[in-house]
């Protein structure tokens, strides 16, 4: 499995960005993977934004702000998607789509993402002020 994240770069505080993750699969299908978004800033540890499930009827979000994103997919064109909104300067960051073949729930893919998942090789999301 190839993941290739699109749609980051600048914008300005209050601004919103829809970030693209779209798989390449060999042998598999997109919907045998759990997807997740993830993201890091410079000198801080890699941070779990949100992830789904193979069918987008599970979500899980990682912290109480990240209301202002939203995840989905669209298993057809097997791609990955990421609605930010309001954004802020503290939302600055590298960020990342991960996938991971799992069988538990959408936390647990996550958790299990940061182990032994399949990566992009991440897009960069500036917010200036």
Partial sequence: LQLAESGGGSVQAGGSLRLSCTASTSGSSFTDYAMGWFRQA????????????????????????????????????????????DLKHEDTAMYYCAAVTYAGSTYGALREMLKSGYWGQGTQVTVTA
């Fill in 42 to 85: 410079p000198g801080k540890e890699r941070e779990v934004i949100v992830g789904i499930n193979w069918s987008g009827s599970s979500t899980y979000y990682g912290a109480s702000d990240n209301d202002r994103f939203t995840i989905s997919r669209d298993n057809d064109k097997k791609t990955l998607l990421l609605d930010m909104a």
